[in-house]
């Protein structure tokens, strides 16, 4: 009975629900980074975001891409690209994509 429960344990808590990051907590992660350089010449008003989010490694559901980020701010010139990504507990994650531009 216990080594069921510890084989149920460390199956939760080795990354069944991982979300790209530069660096990762165990517990809590919330971490933006950037892909590109922002184009600093110009002053970029719109900013478009998409996201995608997981539950126990088991249900992904979202669009991140670079496509949905600015077509939600009605951007059709990319300046710069920014992610964000957020881990509970291995249990839910969240990763999302920023775009700045025209």
């Known amino acids: 009975m216990y080594k069921l429960v510890a084989l149920s344990l460390l199956l939760v808590f080795t990354g069944c629900t991982t979300v790209p990051a530069p660096v990762m907590g165990i ?13 600093s010449a110009k002053v970029v008003e719109k900013k478009g975001e998409a996201c995608a989010t997981t539950i126990l490694g ?33 249990l839910y994650g969240k990763f999302c994509t ?3 531009g025209e």
């Not at 517990?27 to 184009?39: H, I, R």
């Not at 009605?74 to 507990?89: C, E, G, P």
């Open 27 to 39: 517990l809590y992660t919330d971490v933006k980074f950037p892909s590109d350089a922002p184009n």
């Open 58 to 90: 088991l249900v992904a559901t979202g669009d991140a891409s670079l496509a949905s980020a600015a077509a939600e701010a009605k951007i059709t010139q990319i300046t710069a690209v920014d992610y964000h990504s957020t881990n509970i507990l291995m």
């Open 98 to 100: 920023i775009v700045r």
